[in-house]
């Protein structure tokens, strides 16, 4: 019996271990759900700078979405951080997110993107959709959205019911051919033409390095970042290049308490500082326009060329809710060719 | 202590697995799929698409799984330990890493435009990948049934001289049970994966039922109704599977009945089939393990990462994953126990059966939804716990484990505990010194098997991680999303170097301390 308790002890004492180690020590701080790439490091220099700590729950953009709206209206975050203003207005729209008013020194592209409202703050912008093609190619590159209904190359985009990014590039195609329900032929035409889908970004941009398409569009920090790394690509901005903001909101009801951090924490994130760290990240997501003033593009990372004159404003509230019926259309769309 | 507060005590400890089961699979699942909308319109679409690819990979694993259990098992083989080997690591592989290997190798320039990529990225690509994923399911499967079979109806076809024809079809009807436990095995486990024909099949647009189900609890606003609907559709299919296995095993169950009493003495394989099972084993190593993590680490160490490392959700998912695989095996050992002092009862082992293929059909994201509803709310609150992920974790690959372990520990003779209740009067000794030893065969496989698939858990950690510890499968997945193939490709290969090396470490002591002890249903 002795040696019965003995093993109970140690087993007891392992089990209790181990979970001390995983135990999070969020002391009191925020916690952060994050799609962004930049957003553990970004939380890491707000507790080194403010001693306020943050504890990060990095996932893909779907998960994302998928915990907030399970968590429902007992949410275990604090603050959440994503791109696509259309989902934040959907999560809104559902009473599942706050409102989020923070004083930032915005630029004109910020003013524009700031909702009235305060649904949620934007905290940079990329564009929803550009032309990644060969530097070489027999095929003149389509410099609008309509143009790509003539062109004669291949085209490839991600799975917007997979890829998050990618409903806005889908939206964009609609727009261009008038709307919601009004660009459907055009959308149509396209897929009959011969689109190819795949189911991400990266997936896209290998298809396309592998020749089996000639233009593959994509989110432009994926697009910028796959330029820089293979040389024999380009970027093409269509014309009207279309806003994708990354995004932070905040659960409904948030403790006041907690809701100072999370403004604490926007302006951090937003200040040159933590801006700069997070066009320093060396990854896609860091590859953003700012949205305040007196930010630039620090000269040790590769720049980006400035913001399209012309960047079109969706309304985000208004497409957020056609997202579900837009998805299932499309998908519906491949079932029968 | 009163006789009756004696009673409830007994009761207590020999029921406990069924609140444990309760609570942390019927209650959370229960609950969130009664919630959905189970008579919504069926996509037959989506439903044939999902029955046609797990019927294929379910017809090309089989033959290749079952032969290798078979000759393993059933004959005097020397290609068992490139079995076990082969089996061992393509198991340990989990899908997105052989995904993402074979993907890394035909995306290549030289390799897009044959007729190779236009076949994988396609109906073939996917169902050979869900067909090598499940060439040891079946294998395992397999085994443990087989293990449990004795040398009688060979005999008797020695001793009647009944003919080749004759004797094959008696081994035929002997062998069904094992050929049906296997296949509904791998059919379950194929019919709920998700990443393969969502990564491959998205070119062909090729609706499956996981698809949608992750479409609509991934969309905003999230529809988790409907998506609740359609897993009970999934589960519903899985467990037709197990009623058509059930019938074959109440119907030629009788092979299994006192097989025991004969120890089989296997001969050696004729040298066609031999060679069969070479090959067999050869090319799932080479195809399901090999190929892939070449392609990987030309992927990881062709150039420098972009970003660090995280190395540390390395060491976060072998913690969950031990704290899992221990409340597993205890749970699953005390559920065989109970169940096995009630086998002689049909609806015990249908409920078994039930039990175990319904949960494998149910995918992982829709589990951790269930948690996500069930344990947020209501007076024990769980959610954003490393203890609540530990626990899904079990729950996930509990069914799996019942099934598994089930003929093994039920082959062990009852009389054996009795003897030690009768010889031994101190219960530590008995525990200690007898119920374990007995056992530790196969529960130190399918403790294992647990561990290796929790370390690469990837949609319930998704939903249930809590802040702070990040697991493997989530940050890889990171990786893989912000275009850091490289850094995914390495974090990837720490994890199957350090599975690996713990499962070699196991092998090792076990083959100094037990014989044979990471043979699926060894140490019955």
Redesign the interface.
Known sequence: MRRLVLAATLLAGVVAGAFWYLEPDDGGGLVLYSAEDYGAAAARAFTERTGVPVSTVSLSTGALLARVAAEGRRPRWDVAWFDGAESAAGLAAAGLTGRLHAVIDWNRLGRRLVPADGDWLPTGTTLAGVFVVPAVSPYPAPRTWGALASWQGRIGMSNPAISGPAFPILAALLEAGGGWPAGKPFVRGLVGAGMRIYAKNANTLAALRAGEIDLALVQSSAGFAFARVHSGFRVVVPDPAVALPSVLVIPARLAPGKRAQVLRFARFVMSPLGQHLRMRMNEPDALYWPLTRNVARPRDVQGLPPPPADLKFFDASVWGRRQGDMDRWFSKLWEVR | MTARAAALWRALARGWWLVAVILTVLYPLGAFLFHGRIFQHVDK?AVGNSLGIAAAATAAALPVGFLLAWLSECRRWRGRGLTELACWLVFLLPSYLLTLGW?TLI???Q???TAVADAFFGIGGIVSLLALKGVPFACFAGRATLRAMGAEWDEVAAVFDVGRVRAAAIAARALLPAAAASAVVVFAESIQEFGIP??LG??I?L?VMP?DI??R????????SGAAGLSVQLAAIAVAAATVHIALHLRFGATLIGARHRARHPVCPRRGVAAAGWLSAAATLVLGFVIPIASLMHQAFGSEP??PVPWSSVA?SL??A??GA?LTLAIVMAMLRGGGASRSIPWVTIAMEGFSLAGMAVPG?VLG?AY??AF??GPVVL?????LLVIAYSSAVMPMLVRLLRAPLEQIHVALDEAAVVHVA????R??DIALPLRAGPLLWAGFMAFATMVFELPIS??L??????PLA??I??L??????TAAARLGLAGVAVVGLLGAGLVGLASRRLTGVLQPGVGA
């Open positions: 679409e993907q995306e290549r320039p390799w897009m435009h969502a990564t998205a070119r647009h609706h698809y992750y479409t609890l991934a969309t905003t606003p999230a529809d988790f972009q970003v976060s913690v969950y031990l704290l221990g994201v939804a996500v509803f947020n709310r959610y954003g716990t490393p203890l101190d219960p530590g000794r525990l200690l998704e939903l991680a809590p802040p702070g510890r990040t989530v940050s997945v990171n893989m999303q912000g275009m850091n193939d």
